[in-house]
């Protein structure tokens, strides 16, 4: 899946993680770094990951899982927390390496950007 959203485009982020949900687009400090980055929601801290062949299997896409990855999803689910993934997934670091994203590190998630018509 190519990027929804490219290096440079401008969003507009509405502010609060109470609304996102997965399938939204989110903005959120980093668990690793701190900086913010941009990556989709897909799955919700009480959701059960679907995972066939290594692939995590969602509504918005297939996301490969490594041996490590796919391990720590068993027990990397955390209440009041998002798996965040990024849509170009063999470019993207995201919570398949760092796992589920608390709430609290999210700025709010994005409702359009340039170039979304």
Not at 62 to 69: F, H, I, N, T, V
Not at 76 to 96: I, P, Y
Request: hydrophobic residues 40%.
């Amino acid at each position: 899946m190519a990027p929804a959203l490219m290096n440079g485009e401008i969003a507009l982020v509405l502010r609060g993680s109470e609304k996102i949900r997965p399938g939204d687009i989110a903005v959120y400090h980093s668990p690793i770094t701190g900086n913010l980055v941009v990556k989709r929601c897909v799955l919700d801290s009480g959701e059960k990951p679907h995972i066939e062949n290594g692939w995590l299997i969602t509504p918005w896409g297939r996301w490969y899982l490594s041996g490590a990855e796919w391990e720590q999803m068993d027990g990397a689910q955390t209440e009041n927390s998002l798996f965040m993934v990024g849509d170009n997934q063999f470019m993207s670091f995201d919570s398949r390496d760092y796992g589920f994203v608390p709430r609290e590190s999210f700025i709010g998630r994005v409702v359009s950007w340039e170039g979304n018509e």
